[in-house]
């Protein structure tokens, strides 16, 4: 599979809204993403863009995607920069200035082919390379039963931190905390 890993460009968000709603539609969605279909897809315009051209710009979070040779998204992550005084999005607060990374996915077309690697090369490359702050750990947080999404963060290096949050939609549940910290 030819395909190349980048950032985000301004003014993608109709690429960024389509791969988001196809992630939400993937069978794993509901123990993935904290997000539903439904609230996605109503989204306007305005939200979809200016949530693209802020990823793009690098300044507080940004969006890698994997692009095949036809220009079509096949796999995402998200990176957000954390630290102690901010606001907490999802789970436990920043104890160190972090990042922290959201919303992978990958068409199942193109899983196991070397994509989530690729992403998350890029996701941590950007995130060791942060200056201001400059970023101590990474981390992620796994729903108990994303088996599939757990074992390719311990593949890749992330190592449970020993934090977890009830999940918000079923506090029954366990979202885990994995971190990756800088050597």
Do not use: C
Not at 83 to 90: E, I, K, Q, Y
């Amino acid at each position: 599979m030819d395909h190349s890993i980048r950032a985000v460009r301004a003014g993608e968000w109709e690429k960024a809204r389509e791969i988001r709603l196809a992630a939400l539609r993937d069978p794993a969605a509901p123990i993935a993403f904290l997000d539903t279909y439904e609230q996605a897809e109503g989204r306007p315009a305005g939200y979809w863009q200016d949530r693209t051209d802020t990823a793009a710009s690098g300044v507080g979070f940004r969006q890698f995607v994997a692009e095949d040779s036809d220009g079509r998204w096949v796999g995402t992550v998200t990176v957000m920069v954390e630290g102690p005084s901010d606001d907490v999005r999802f789970g436990e607060a920043a104890k160190v200035d972090q990042t922290h990374l959201v919303g992978v996915f990958v068409r199942p077309e193109v899983r196991g082919t070397g994509v989530t690697e690729g992403l998350f090369r890029a996701a941590v490359a950007w995130s060791w390379a942060l200056r201001e702050p400059p970023v101590e750990r990474i981390r992620l947080y796994a729903h108990e039963r994303n088996s599939r999404a757990i074992a390719f963060y311990r593949r890749f290096g992330f190592v449970p931190s020993g934090d977890s949050v009830p999940v918000p939609s079923d506090p029954s549940a366990r979202e885990f905390e994995y971190e990756l910290r800088r050597s």
